[in-house]
Every structure is written in C-alpha cells, then in structure tokens.
C-alpha cells in the first residue's frame, strides 16, 4: 500500500481535451487555457501534440501554441509526438517532455496512428535515443487498457507487455489509458496490479475516460492500489477522434474534489480550477462535463 498522502495530476485538457474538438478553436484562446491552468497550482500541463495536422487538423497550431504559452516555474508542459518527426517539431520550439503512444490493440492502434503496436515502438526507439541525448523526459502511453472499439475484450497480459516495453525503453512514466471508458473498478484493479507486477507503481499513472461513468470509482480503485498520478482533463472535455464512441476525460474539477475530500494532496487550488473549466465550457459553447463545476456555477 502506499502511504503518500500527494496525488499529481497530470492536466491532459489542452491536448486531449481539444483534440477532439470539431469547431477550430484560436490559438489564442488555447494559449490564454494553458495560461489559466498553470496559475491554479497544476504541476503538469499537458500543453499540445505534434501528431499529422491531417489527422488531428485542431492541433495544428501546436508549434504556436506551445512558443506562446508562459511556462509558469515548477510547471512541466509535455507534449505528444508519434514519431521523430513530431519530435523534431517539438524540441523546436522548446518542448523539455514529451509523450509517444500506443496502445494494447491492434486493431486500434492501425486507426489512431496507422502502424501495428510493435511498428510504433519501432518508431519510438530514435526518438527515445535523441530524448535522451537532448535531456528531454518521455512519457509513455497505453490506450485501450480496458477495452477496445474494434476489438473488444484486450487481455491484460498485452496491456502489461506494451507497458513494460514503454517502460523499458525509458518511459520515465506509463499513462494507462481507458480510451473509451468501458473499465469498471474490479477490472480497473485487476490490471494495474497485474502492470505493477512488472513496472513500479511509482513510474505508473492512470488515464481514465468517462463514457459510461466509471472514472471516479476506477480511480478510487487505483488510488487504492498505490497510484499518485491521474490523469483528468478541465471541465471534463476530450475523446480520441479514432476511437469510436469514446467521449470525455473525467473531469479535473471532479478529481481535485475527490482527493481533497478525501484528506489527499494535489497542490492545485479547486476555485481556481472551476473557474477555469467554466471559462472552458463558455469558449467551446458546451455545458461543462465536471458535475463539481455544475454544482458550484448553478445559479
Ligand atoms: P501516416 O499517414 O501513416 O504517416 O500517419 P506517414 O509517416 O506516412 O506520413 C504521412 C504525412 O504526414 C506526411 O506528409 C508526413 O510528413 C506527415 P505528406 O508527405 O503526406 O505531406 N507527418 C507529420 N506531420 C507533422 N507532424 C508529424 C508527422 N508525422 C507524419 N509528427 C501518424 C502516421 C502517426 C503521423 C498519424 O497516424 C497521426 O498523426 N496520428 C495521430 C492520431 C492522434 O493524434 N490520436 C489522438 C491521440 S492518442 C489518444 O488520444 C489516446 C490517449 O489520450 C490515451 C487514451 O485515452 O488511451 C493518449
Ligand atoms: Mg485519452
């Protein structure tokens, strides 16, 4: 069991929050986002991905994006990158960290980034040698953890073997990812004990998606089990544009309310975080997914 008392968030709003997104949003207002979320304590910000502008045409403006932002002291912006070329992209502009990613299903990986999982990780290894060289952190992650759109059922053992790899390639951090929020806590368990087996709970953080409701109990489970990092995403946006039927992460808001609740540190001040995913929420013309910000903005 682990004692510690502090859970690191991990804020994926500005990435997975918007990649998803069909209204082209400005780079200014996604900046004025990042700029918002470093002043409420987060420690890591989760800033752009450098993936195909073809793929991903919302996240086009990366480079902008991440050379506009202020990179508040204390503060770590990773930045997802499929292959060297996002890479190259990256370290242009002054990126320090960033996250490759693959997942734990076939079929899925050949729709999210057109390669199986052992020819991503092909790609991955003369990015991870340059990172090291450069000095610059990798991240890892896991999709379909908990199930697949294509697939179905994804056993656990893949889940552990692409972990590891990650891991062993010199992910300093693997992020499991319930891409399409199919996971419930039993299952949720199950898995991160069987990854923690092979990889330390300290270099692990889960990614949970709220489709069907989950997230709350799969983290509490996880917390459980020894996790101190979670992913979450302000106002609860996000969703893979290629996995069918996925929709947002769980709510930032909703986590941070959760662990203070529950006597836990997270360093990040709640008020500012809410008025955060409800300026979010205004700018993308949505009612925001975070029950806590409902809760707290409801006239
Ligand atoms: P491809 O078409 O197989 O790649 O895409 P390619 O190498 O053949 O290149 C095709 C074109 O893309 C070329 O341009 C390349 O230059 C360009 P063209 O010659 O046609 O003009 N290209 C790039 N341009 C800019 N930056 C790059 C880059 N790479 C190639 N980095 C590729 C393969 C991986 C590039 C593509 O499939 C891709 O970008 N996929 C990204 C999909 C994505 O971003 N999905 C969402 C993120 S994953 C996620 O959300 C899950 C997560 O949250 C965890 C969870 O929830 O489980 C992380
Ligand atoms: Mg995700």
Excluded at 92 to 117: D, M, P, R
Excluded at 124 to 151: H, I, K, N
Excluded at 227 to 242: E, F, I, L, N, Q
């Amino acid at each position: 069991m682990n004692a510690s008392n502090h859970v690191r968030i991990v804020e994926v709003g500005p990435r997975d929050g918007l990649q998803n997104e069909k209204a082209m949003l400005p780079a200014a207002v996604k900046v004025d986002l990042i700029d918002r979320l470093s002043a409420t304590g987060l420690q890591t910000i989760e800033a752009t991905s450098f993936v195909s502008p073809k793929w991903v045409p919302q996240l086009a403006d990366a480079a902008e994006v991440f050379a506009a932002i202020r990179k508040a002291p204390g503060v770590v912006y990773p930045v997802l990158v499929p292959n060297l070329q996002g890479y190259e992209r990256a370290l242009a502009v002054g990126a320090t960290e960033v996250a490759v990613f693959t997942a734990a299903s076939e079929a899925f990986n050949q729709k999210n980034i057109n390669a199986s999982i052992d020819a991503s990780i092909d790609r991955f290894v003369p990015v991870m040698e340059r990172a090291r060289a450069d000095g610059v952190a990798v991240r890892g992650y896991v999709s379909t953890v908990l199930g697949c759109p294509y697939q179905g059922e994804v056993p656990v053992a893949d889940v552990v073997r692409v972990a590891k790899r990650l891991h062993d390639l010199g992910c300093h951090e693997v992020s499991l990812g319930d891409t399409i929020g199919v996971g419930t806590p039993a299952k949720a368990r199950a898995m991160l004990r069987a990854v923690a087996a092979e990889v330390p709970m300290a270099a692990l953080a889960v990614h949970f998606h709220d489709t069907y409701g989950q997230a709350l109990a799969n983290i509490l489970a996880c917390l459980e089990e020894g996790v101190r990092v979670v992913d979450s995403a302000v106002s609860g946006t996000g969703g893979c544009p290629y996995a069918r039927g996925a929709t947002g992460n769980v709510a930032s808001e909703d986590v941070v309310y959760m662990l203070h609740g529950m006597g836990m540190a997270t360093g990040v001040d709640l008020d500012r975080l809410i008025d955060t995913g409800a300026w979010l929420a205004a700018q993308l013309g949505k009612d925001t997914a975070s029950r806590v910000t409902r809760a707290r903005t409801a006239a």
